[in-house]
T-cell receptor
Framework: QKEVEQNSGPLSVPEGAIASLNCTYS??????FFWYRQYSGKSPELIMS????GDKEDGRFTAQLNKASQYVSLLIRDSQPSDSATYLC????????????FGRGTSLIVHP | DTAVSQTPKYLVTQMGNDKSIKCEQN?????MYWYKQDSKKFLKIMFS???????INETVPNRFSPKSPDKAHLNLHINSLELGDSAVYFC??????????FGPGTRLTVL
């Protein structure tokens, strides 16, 4: 069973702090990794994609991938109340599959 | 110029009815998907179509049938609706092995 695990939270951080969201996956052959943000009542939207080990930065967001340890994380610097949402980790497993497996999501609350 | 669109946005119906949800994408992507998101917010893949060919069906009851008249459309038809089918259904599209673009969702309520 190919799985993607996330802590459901909620993760509560004060405004201006760094929020750290983590995700582990079971298939060592996984190739593509994505973070989506989903506001309540809305559809998921892509925040970051990462394909190779290391860090990838985009504005206040940094995705980190460690294939040896099979985890991917998302850091949000200078967290804002508008960042309050559910963050979904998605992994395209190996074997030529183009079908992502989603984690159950982590609820993030940024309080003023 | 909506990228991925779905209709209807809300669907309220009685048990046993048959209903369809339509999806269209204007991004030129090869692959389209249907997802079900339940009350616990878990996003579960139902179907994927690549160049009009079904490439995955994740243990979905055969009451659900995807239909793709062309590369830009993937419709979802549901027969004999049950209470447990109540959920939000999302259509999505993507280039191969890349990020997905989601439609706005269809909230289905079965009474």
């Amino acid at each position: 069973q190919k799985e993607v695990e996330q802590n459901s939270g909620p993760l509560s951080v004060p405004e201006g702090a760094i929020a750290s969201l983590n995700c582990t996956y079971s298939d060592r052959g996984s190739q593509s990794f994505f973070w989506y943000r989903q506001y309540s009542g809305k559809s998921p939207e892509l925040i970051m994609s990462i394909y190779s080990n290391g860090d990838k930065e985009d504005g206040r967001f940094t995705a980190q991938l460690n294939k040896a340890s099979q985890y991917v994380s998302l850091l949000i610097r200078d967290s804002q109340p508008s960042d309050s949402a559910t963050y979904l980790c998605a992994v395209n497993m190996g074997g030529g599959s183009y079908i992502p497996t989603f984690g159950r999501g982590t609820s993030l609350i940024v309080h003023p | 110029d909506t990228a991925v669109s779905q209709t209807p946005k809300y669907l309220v119906t009685q048990m046993g009815n048959d209903k369809s949800i339509k999806c269209e994408q204007n991004l030129g992507h090869d692959t389209m998907y249907w997802y079900k998101q339940d009350s616990k917010k878990f996003l579960k893949i139902m179907f994927s179509y690549n160049n009009k060919e079904l490439i995955i069906n994740e243990t979905v009851p055969n009451r659900f049938s995807p239909k793709s008249p062309d590369k830009a459309h993937l419709n979802l038809h549901i027969n004999s609706l049950e209470l447990g089918d109540s959920a939000v259904y999302f259509c999505a599209s993507s280039p191969r092995d890349q990020e997905q673009f989601f439609g706005p969702g269809t909230r289905l309520t079965v009474l």
